[in-house]
Structures are given as structure tokens and as C-alpha cells.
């Protein structure tokens, strides 16, 4: 039987802890790092952030795809991917604390005026602002799934009003649901506060534009950790020129990095930050992949394998 081997291709990730792993926990495992791929019938298994378009297809032994991400559209972006492989993602895997404390900063730094107490430190104003019971704020999340589902649980902990959105209806405590295309317009008429943790998708590409912005209340704020391509950069800008929004905290947009050229760079009401809501910062994510890689192996069912019909 050939050796099984592994191909590491990221333009983010450093290989060195993930060669560690392979080396300490599957020492008969081959580990090889993009572009230094060797002969492509070697390669067994791909570990990836991101790939070059159409190096998947063409390995004729490929068994299995792991995703270095929670997310996969950086991977199945590629028109050649071989759709027939498994592909799994990391299902939490340590980020979903990084990802509700991302939310919980952006919707709080809004719902306590925090830009307009640094502004008023700025220029040494003592002035109070009245305030608002989190009871009297509505939070909208978008995506229900692993991070959205605690991020709206965390919210509703805290005294706020919380809908939650996703394709099917969910059932969290003190949050209301609401599902699908159906329920869309109702949500959104109730997000005072939007946060944004969908996956990438052809359903969700381009979603946070000014149709959506526009069925809004009005004068709120959005805070969006999902995906670049959910955003409509002209619109959301249009939206905050005009007040339909009073505030946007971003981690991530349709080119990164942000080009030097986006106005949202300096705009007054935007908080750009550069992809950073949820990083690997303990062995989460290699425990993960490890142990899926593992069960795979042995003809178990890993976890987070992605459903290409509906595209996460
Ligand atoms: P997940 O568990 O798969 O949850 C996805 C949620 O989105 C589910 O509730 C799903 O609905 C809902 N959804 C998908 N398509 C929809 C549609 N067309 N309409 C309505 N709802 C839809 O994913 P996750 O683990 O929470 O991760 C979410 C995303 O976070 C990732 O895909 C990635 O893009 C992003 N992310 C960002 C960062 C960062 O640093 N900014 C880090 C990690 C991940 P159902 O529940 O009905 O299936
Ligand atoms: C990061 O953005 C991820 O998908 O894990």
C-alpha cells in the first residue's frame, strides 16, 4: 500500500507546528509543504487554507480534504475543486470564544457610545450621555450555527433582545428565530444591531448591501465577522454617509488586506480590524484536525463535514 501523505498548502498558517503534530502523533505520515508538493500520486490527504487553483484536481489519490478554517469558501473558490472528495472544517476548535468576544466587543462598544467617550477624552469634554436598558436594544444575528448560536446566547445573558436568522429554525434560549427567505424581512425590521457570522456562500455572497441595510430601523449599528465577500464596500460606506447605520465594526472585506485606498479606512463611523476576530492561539485547532484525521483513517465519520449542496 502507498504511503500516506499529506500536502500543507496556507498563505497564513505556519507549516512548523503542523509538521510537529504529524511528526510526534503519525510519524508513518508523510508531511509535505506547498509548493514543495514532490510527485502528486503521493498525496493522500490535503491540509489547507488556501491552494492554488486546480493543484486539488490534480492529484489522482487524493482521499480527503481538512480545512485549517472554520470556513471553506477559501477553498472551494477554486472552480476545479475536486467536489466529489470529503471535505471537512474545523467546527469550533478554540475560535468560538474568540468570535463571541469579538461580537459582544462590537455590539457593546456601540450600545455604550464608547466612539463617543474616546472622542470626547480626545478633546477633554465631560459630557454624559443618557442610557439604554439592554432590554430596549435589539440584536439581529445572522447565522445560527456554531459561533452565531453562542454569540446570540452570550447577548441574551446580558439583558439584550435577540433574533437569530439561519436556513432552518433554531431553538436557543431567549432568542427568537427566525428562518430562511421567509423570515428575513421580520428580522431585519427588529436588528437595531446586526452581527454577522454567515458563512460564505452563493445564498449569503454580497448579502450585507443596501437592499438589506435598507430594511433596517435605522441609525443602528452592524458588526460583521462573517466573510469579505458578504460585503458590499459602496454600500455599506453609503449606508454610514447617510446614518442608515451609525456604526460599522468589520474584521473582514471583500479584498484583503483592506486596500490603502478604502475610505473605510478613515471613516469617522467605521472600526476596521484586520481579520482577526478568531485566531488559532492554543492546540485547538491541531487536536481537531489530528483526531479527524484519525477517524477518517480508521472509516469514521469526522466532524464538520461540509455539505457542498448547500455550500458550508
Ligand atoms: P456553521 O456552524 O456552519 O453555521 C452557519 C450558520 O449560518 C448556520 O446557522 C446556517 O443555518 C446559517 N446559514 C448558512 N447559509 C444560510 C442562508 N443562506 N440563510 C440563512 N442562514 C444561513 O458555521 P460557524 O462555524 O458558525 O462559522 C461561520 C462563519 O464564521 C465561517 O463560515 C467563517 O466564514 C466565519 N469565520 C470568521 C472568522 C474571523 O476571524 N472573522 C473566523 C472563523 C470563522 P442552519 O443552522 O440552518 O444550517
Ligand atoms: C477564519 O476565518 C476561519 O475560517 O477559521
Not at 486596500?259 to 475610505?263: G, H, I, T
Given at each position: 500500500m502507498p504511503k500516506t501523505t499529506v500536502l500543507f498548502a496556507s498563505n497564513?498558517?505556519?507549516?512548523a507546528p503542523w509538521k510537529a503534530l504529524f511528526a510526534r502523533e503519525r510519524p508513518d505520515v508523510e508531511f509535505r509543504i506547498w509548493p514543495e508538493m514532490?510527485?502528486?500520486?503521493?498525496?493522500?490527504h490535503a491540509l489547507v487554507w488556501r491552494i492554488p487553483n486546480g493543484v486539488l484536481k490534480s492529484l489522482?489519490?487524493?482521499r480527503a480534504v481538512f480545512s485549517?478554517?472554520?470556513?471553506i469558501d477559501q477553498i472551494v473558490v477554486?472552480?476545479?475543486?475536486?467536489?466529489e472528495k470529503p471535505l471537512f472544517r474545523l467546527v469550533d476548535a478554540g475560535l468560538r470564544e474568540q468570535m463571541t468576544e469579538y461580537a459582544l466587543y462590537g455590539v457593546l462598544h456601540w450600545h455604550r457610545r464608547m466612539r463617543d467617550y474616546a472622542a470626547q477624552q480626545a478633546a477633554q469634554q465631560w459630557k454624559m450621555h443618557p442610557a439604554v436598558h439592554p432590554s430596549k436594544r435589539s440584536v439581529g444575528v445572522m447565522g445560527m450555527g456554531v459561533f452565531g448560536s453562542d454569540i446570540a446566547c452570550k447577548l441574551a445573558s446580558l439583558g439584550f433582545e435577540v433574533s437569530g436568522w439561519s436556513r432552518t429554525p433554531k431553538s436557543v434560549d431567549g432568542v427568537t428565530s427566525f428562518a430562511g427567505e421567509k423570515g428575513f424581512s421580520s428580522f431585519l425590521a427588529r436588528s437595531e444591531i446586526l452581527v454577522n457570522v454567515l458563512p460564505l456562500t452563493d445564498e449569503t455572497?454580497?448579502?450585507?448591501?443596501t437592499r438589506l441595510f435598507d430594511q433596517l430601523p435605522g441609525g443602528g449599528a452592524l458588526v460583521h465577522l462573517?466573510?469579505?465577500?458578504?460585503?458590499v464596500e459602496a454600500d455599506v460606506i453609503a449606508a454610514l454617509d447617510t446614518g442608515k447605520l451609525d456604526f460599522a465594526m468589520m474584521d473582514?472585506?471583500?479584498t484583503e488586506p483592506l486596500?490603502?485606498?478604502?475610505?473605510l479606512w478613515t471613516h469617522p463611523r467605521a472600526f476596521v480590524t484586520?481579520?482577526?476576530?478568531?485566531?488559532?492561539?492554543?492546540d485547538a485547532a491541531e487536536k481537531l484536525v489530528i483526531e479527524n484525521f484519525n477517524r477518517f483513517e480508521r472509516g469514521e465519520e469526522p466532524v464538520g463535514r461540509v455539505d457542498l449542496s448547500v455550500g458550508y
Open positions: 497564513i498558517d505556519d507549516p514532490g510527485d502528486a500520486n503521493d498525496i493522500t489522482p489519490n487524493l485549517l478554517g472554520a470556513g477554486d472552480p476545479d475543486f475536486p467536489r455572497r454580497g448579502i450585507l448591501s462573517g466573510r469579505g465577500g458578504h460585503l473582514v472585506f471583500p486596500p490603502a485606498v478604502s475610505p484586520p481579520h482577526i476576530a478568531a485566531q488559532p492561539v492554543d
